[in-house]
């Protein structure tokens, strides 16, 4: 077997590889200062951006895009000397044909990854706000590249996708210092409104929790069918722990003072007729006593077992045998 054209095959690659190792051993260290390149880089990012308040993810995502700025063009000039014949050009056009189908695959994480950085670095909610977002409300733990952790009241963790953060609507409830809260209370049409207004006020003014600026008010908001209702409107501190805390106190204390001063607080009452069904106007809309309609007539009375046994014979009275013991109803 004649083995001298495989034997030159490899002593040619064997000699362009002996050739080329000054080349790579280059091309090693270009893409090794360009690693020590961007971790300076990160880290100096990261001092700065962390100057900002609340943008320590901020800073870290920021040095991490730095960082991979510097290692891609790093790996592209190393990718030259290495092999001379080899252009970035021809790179970018490798990656434009395979970047179309990763651009596919992976389209959510880039959504959710831009909007990550979009959302760090515009701050329309920063750690520690809590937000509600679709049905859940909590406060925002982390905000990562990919996704938003938020902590629910009761102790729960949800993750958002920040590409959803992004692109729909977000309740910051504590994007500002004090918050607006509001409750309806209800008292009879026969008592004195301005007396009720003058009370709810006095507790909004001298509770606890409750801002004296901007000032609270009462407004009649509406007409119900028992009631007259008022609105009690007050600011607090636009936690949800401070809200509730204030509002318990003044609802407290509001229905106390109404209470006292004889203002009712009625609630909703109803008529409820029921129908047994066995009525001897049943079906007949003119003669039911579903209402009490008016008409001529006396009003259906109600077919009941009582009835029944009274509207037997004298000579029914003794039932035989068969029926069991006999009993008088009156």
């Known amino acids: 077997m004649d083995l001298s054209a495989a034997w030159h095959t490899v002593e040619r690659l064997a000699h362009a590889f002996v050739a080329a190792l000054p080349r790579i051993l280059l091309a ?4 090794g200062a360009a690693l020590v390149v961007g971790r300076l880089v990160r880290a100096a990012v990261h001092r700065a951006a962390s100057r900002r308040r609340q943008a320590g993810n901020l800073s870290i995502a920021l040095g991490r895009l730095a960082m991979a700025g510097v290692l891609l063009l790093g790996t592209l000039v190393a990718a030259t000397v290495a092999f001379p014949n080899f252009t970035p050009a021809d790179l970018v056009g490798a990656l434009g044909i395979g970047g179309i189908a990763i651009g596919f695959a992976f389209k959510d994480i880039f959504q959710n990854f831009l909007a990550g950085i979009l959302i760090l670095v515009t701050r329309p909610f920063i750690v520690g706000d809590q937000i509600v977002f679709g049905g859940f409300e909590g406060e925002v733990e982390q905000i990562h590249t990919r996704a938003t952790y938020l902590k629910t009241y009761d102790g729960r963790r949800v993750v958002i996708p ?3 953060l992004f692109t729909n609507s977000v309740v ?3 994007a500002f210092r004090h918050r607006r809260v509001e409750y309806d ?7 004195d409104v301005e007396k009720a207004r003058q009370i709810v006020l ?3 003014v001298a509770t606890e929790g409750v801002v004296p600026d901007p000032k609270a008010d009462v407004i009649v908001v509406r007409l119900d069918e028992s009631s007259l209702a008022l609105r009690a409107r007050w600011w607090s501190e636009s936690r949800i722990a401070d809200v509730l805390i204030a509002q318990d106190k003044v609802l407290t204390e509001a229905k106390r003072r109404l209470q006292a001063s004889g203002i009712d607080l009625p609630y909703p ?4 007729l029921l129908h047994d069904q066995t009525e001897e106007g049943d079906g007949d809309r003119r003669r039911q006593r579903e209402g009490w ?7 259906p009375r109600p077919a009941g077992i009582a009835r029944a046994l009274e509207a037997r014979a004298p000579g029914d009275a003794t039932a035989s045998a068969d029926d069991g ?3 008088r109803v009156s």
């Open 28 to 31: 090693l260290l270009v893409f």
């Open 162 to 164: 920040n590409g959803q």
């Open 172 to 174: 910051v409830n504590t």
């Open 185 to 191: 209370i209800g008292i009879g049409y026969s008592d």
């Open 202 to 204: 006095e507790v909004l």
């Open 269 to 272: 009452t109803r008529q409820i």
């Open 293 to 299: 309609p008016a008409g001529e007539g006396k009003v």
């Open 325 to 327: 013991p006999s009993h």
